[in-house]
């Protein structure tokens, strides 16, 4: 059963929902669209575009305010924090709280994901990736596949992640 995240402007639904592996996948539906699991590129990509707009260090300066405070529970104070975030986003303000939340719900979802190891560091790498080093948000989102907990670990732990 479907686990309300956060509705934004009355047509923006965020939920957590049964996905492949386990019940923490992150839906998005649009008023008028289909309610699907966005991707990390997906996200990545809009952020760097919007970046260039606001820069990719201030969106990712953000980002960190919610995600060091993250863990396994869903918190309406990050969720008001994210309000406040995306407010000072002139014109951009839905999408940018929109990403925020999918991003903050994904956060949440590797906190509890039962055999993760590096839990919410793993979105903390492909943030840093792909708004600060400017990685392609293909590569970035893509990066942890086929590299054990250890290489990441090293490489996190260099980025002082």
């Known amino acids: 059963m479907a686990e309300l995240i956060k509705i934004i402007n009355s047509h923006i639904l965020i939920e957590f929902d049964r996905g492949r592996f386990d019940d923490w996948c992150v839906y998005l539906t649009k008023k008028g669209s289909r309610r699907y699991p966005p ?3 997906e996200y990545f990509s809009r952020l760097q575009e919007l970046g260039k707009v606001y ?3 201030r969106i990712y300066n953000d980002f960190i305010k919610f995600y060091n405070p993250t863990d396994k529970a869903i918190s309406l104070d990050i969720l008001k924090m994210i309000d406040i975030l995306a407010e000072s986003y002139a014109g951009d303000e839905e999408e940018m709280n929109t990403w925020f939340t999918v991003i903050y719900a994904g956060i949440v979802a590797e906190e509890n994901k039962e055999h993760a190891v590096l839990k919410k560091r793993i ?4 943030m840093h990736q792909a708004l600060t080093e400017n990685l392609t948000p293909e590569y970035a989102a893509n990066f942890s596949k086929g ?3 250890k290489e990441l670990d090293l490489i996190m732990k260099a980025l002082e992640i």
């Open 147 to 149: 590299k054990t907990v």
């Open 55 to 57: 820069s990719c260090q």
């Open 39 to 41: 991707s990390d590129a």
């Open 123 to 126: 979105k903390r790498l492909g």
